[in-house]
C-alpha cells in the first residue's frame, strides 16, 4: 500500500505563474488536508476536503489559492500568480474514514515550492 | 487563541539515556494530542495519539507520551534514545469539535542523540 504521493517533489515558478501541487492520498483514504510549512515554522493548515467537497478552507488565503478532491483523481492545490512569499512547503496528508472521525492522517513528503 | 507550545527547540542527549520532548497545549475542550517526527527532507511520520483512555500512550519505535490534563502537557519519552531517532519532533493538537486532524501544530523540537 503506497503511501501519500505529492509531485513534484520539487517546483520552481517565476513571479506571475501558476504552481499546481497534486496529491495522492492513500488507497482506502476520503479525507485530504493540506499544510503549509514556512521556514523556521510548524505546519500550518490550509483546507480539509472529502471527495468533491470542501469541508473546512479556513487556513487559505482569500485569493489566487484554491483546491479540489475530484471524483477521479488527485487533489490539486493551485496557487496563481504565485509571489515570493509562497515559497515554502506544501505538505498533504489523507486519512480514512472512521464512525469517530478519529483516524490520524499520513503526510506525504511534501512539495517544495520556490518563487524567483 | 489555540496553540501548541514546544519550549525547548532543540534537545541534546547521549545515546541509551532517557529523552523528554515536551509539548504544552491551550485549547478549548478535550483535544485530541499527537506527535509527528520529521526527517531530513522526508514528511511527517506518524508516532502516536491521545483520543481518551490511559494517559500514557505507546506509540511506534518505542516512543510514548503521557497526557496530563491539569498540566495541558502531553511530553513525548523514550526511555532509551537511539542515534536514528534523531530528527525532528512536532507536537500537535485537534480542538475540541474540529476535524481530526485539522491540526495545531507546535513549532518543532530538534533531536539530536550524540552516540
Known amino acids: 500500500n503506497a503511501g501519500v504521493m505529492q509531485n513534484p517533489r520539487h517546483l520552481v515558478r517565476r513571479r506571475g505563474q501558476e504552481a499546481r501541487l497534486r496529491c495522492s492520498p492513500m488507497k482506502g483514504h476520503s479525507h485530504v488536508y493540506w499544510y503549509r510549512q514556512l521556514p523556521e515554522e510548524g505546519l500550518k493548515f490550509m483546507v480539509y476536503?472529502?471527495?468533491?467537497?470542501?469541508?473546512?478552507e479556513s487556513g487559505m488565503p482569500k485569493e489566487r489559492f484554491s483546491a479540489e478532491f475530484p471524483k477521479e483523481g488527485p487533489s490539486i492545490l493551485r496557487i496563481q500568480q504565485v509571489v515570493r512569499g509562497d515559497s515554502a512547503a506544501y505538505f498533504c496528508a489523507s486519512s480514512r474514514d472512521t464512525p469517530a472521525g478519529d483516524a490520524e492522517a499520513f503526510f506525504g513528503q511534501g512539495t517544495r515550492l520556490t518563487v524567483v | 487563541a489555540q496553540s501548541v507550545a514546544q519550549p525547548e527547540d532543540q534537545v541534546n542527549v547521549a545515546e541509551g539515556n532517557p529523552l523528554t520532548v515536551k509539548c504544552t497545549y491551550s485549547v478549548s475542550g478535550n483535544p485530541y494530542l499527537f506527535w509527528y517526527v520529521q526527517y531530513p527532507n522526508r514528511g511527517l511520520q506518524f508516532l502516536l495519539k491521545?483520543?481518551?483512555?490511559?494517559?500514557l500512550v505507546k506509540g511506534s519505535y518505542g516512543f510514548e507520551a503521557e497526557f496530563n490534563k491539569s498540566q495541558t502537557s502531553f511530553h513525548l519519552k523514550k526511555p532509551s534514545a537511539l542515534v536514528s531517532d534523531s530528527a525532528l519532533y512536532f507536537c500537535a493538537v485537534t480542538p475540541y469539535g474540529g476535524a481530526t486532524n485539522k491540526l495545531i501544530f507546535g513549532t518543532g523540537t530538534l533531536l539530536a542523540v550524540q552516540p
Open positions: 476536503l472529502q471527495k468533491e467537497n470542501i469541508i473546512d
Open positions: 491521545y483520543i481518551t483512555g490511559d494517559n
